[in-house]
């Protein structure tokens, strides 16, 4: 089976009609090993697993609210299982009383999802896994969306059949997911749309576990933060984080990405002032060569909490990530440099809302951004439009990881 498994992960990508059939026939045999496990083992009351981006990182909300469940005497006796792509790397997190690590994809990984009681998540599960009677899921996914997700998606670049199972893929979802975190009424309406949420789902407008870091911090742990990171002291710090294109895909590789920021151009008109954090998607596949702009430009895509990254940054630069609203709660300076902004809402992705609400700059065009850098970083002031934004965005202004574990857990 092992062997069969590994050549249809090859040939996923070679064809849209080969992909199709790749997928179906791994779904089926992920889904006959998973029944398996589910009749193996009954569920465990006290077992809870976390995964984060594909098991890609120690991140986001599962992140917060494993970390609220250590510090908690009350969940002591609770099994914390979390998945990872590479477990050895989290070997840190084994001193924390009842934490297990397993390898994405392994017997393990199958096991623990059939037997625990809790699920929480902040993307799709794998291939096979269905929650069964008893268990409960909770789906943090992971930000706010500008641009659509799931159900509201056309895709109609897309073969049918893909675009008829990614959408019947967020439905199923929909009706199984038991919990959901919101930041805001505004992510509550646009997440039960995307995931066509049935009845049987509660959302938890308490807040954004993984927000919770961004009420908590000090200068102290700034300081620290950028010490970690390398920057020299007294330098201003960008951080550059754009989001993953829809037709930027390499058979066989995945998503990749083309800058849109020349680095070489910043460096020579920012470099003496400023430090980049350039921060990629983790869908993205690219291997980014950033030794020419040593000491500038600080490739943080391996780096697992985004928010240190927000922590350490004085002015953010994105697109159409998530990641703007987050930071929004810093109420610092925010640029929207959307240069392909006319093809990537007609060819790729629409939004859930108008780019006149954004809070910051928006340059729809590919040029020199580093005086609009420095303008902003100059003028800047949390005005009547960017209050706005976070009213109607944030509204939450305090930490919920530990609301969320009880309402949850019972």
Not at 51 to 57: D, K, R
Not at 58 to 66: E, G, L, R, V
Not at 235 to 250: E, F, G, S
Request: proline content about 5%.
């Amino acid at each position: 089976m092992g062997e069969a498994v590994k050549y249809i992960k090859k040939i996923v990508n070679l064809s849209p009609a080969l992909k199709e059939c790749a997928v179906r026939i791994y779904a089926l045999i992920r889904r006959g090993a998973y029944i398996r496990c589910v009749i193996e083992n009954p569920i465990e009351p006290k077992t809870v697993v976390f995964e984060a981006y594909l098991g890609s990182s120690y991140a986001c909300s599962p992140k917060a609210m494993y970390e609220a469940m250590c510090a908690d005497p009350a969940y002591e006796d609770y099994k914390k299982v979390w998945m990872f792509r590479n477990p050895e790397r989290y070997q840190f997190l084994e001193k924390n009383p009842g934490t297990v690590l397993v390898k994405r994809g392994s017997g393990d990984y199958y096991r623990y999802y059939a037997k625990a009681k809790f699920w929480i998540t902040n993307y799709l599960p794998e291939y096979g896994i269905r929650k069964r009677h008893g268990q409960i899921y909770v789906q943090t996914w992971h930000g706010t969306p500008l641009k659509k997700i799931g159900c509201d998606v056309e895709r109609k670049e897309l073969p049918w059949a893909e675009r008829k199972r990614t959408f019947h893929k967020y439905e199923k979802e929909g009706k199984s997911i038991d919990y959901l975190p919101s930041p805001s009424p505004f992510y509550s309406q646009k997440i039960t749309s995307a995931f066509l949420l049935g009845k049987q789902a509660e959302i938890l407008q308490y807040g954004y576990p993984r927000n919770d870091a961004l009420f908590l911090f000090d200068e102290e742990k700034t300081a620290k933060i950028r010490k970690k990171l390398g920057i020299a002291p007294g330098k201003k710090v960008i951080l550059y984080a754009p989001t993953w294109r829809d037709n930027q895909h390499t058979p066989g590789v995945g998503y990749t990405y083309k800058l849109g920021l020349d680095f070489s151009d910043l460096r020579e008109k920012l470099g003496g002032e400023y430090a980049v954090l350039f921060r990629a998607h983790y869908l993205i596949s690219s291997q980014f060569d950033f030794r020419k702009y040593e000491g500038f430009v600080y490739n943080v895509s391996e780096y697992d909490d985004i928010n240190d990254l927000y922590i350490a940054a004085d002015l953010l630069v994105t697109d159409y990530s998530s990641v703007f609203f987050d930071y929004a709660i810093l109420k610092r300076p925010i640029l929207f440099y959307m240069y392909d902004y006319e093809e990537y809402r007609e060819q790729m992705r629409d939004f859930y809302f108008g780019i006149e609400e954004l809070p910051g700059p928006v340059i729809k065009e590919k040029r020199d951004i580093s005086g609009d850098i420095c303008s902003l970083m100059e003028s800047f002031s949390c005005d009547e439009k960017y209050v706005k934004f976070i009213e109607k965005f944030n509204p939450v202004t305090a930490p919920c990881s530990g609301r969320m574990l009880k309402r949850i857990t019972g």
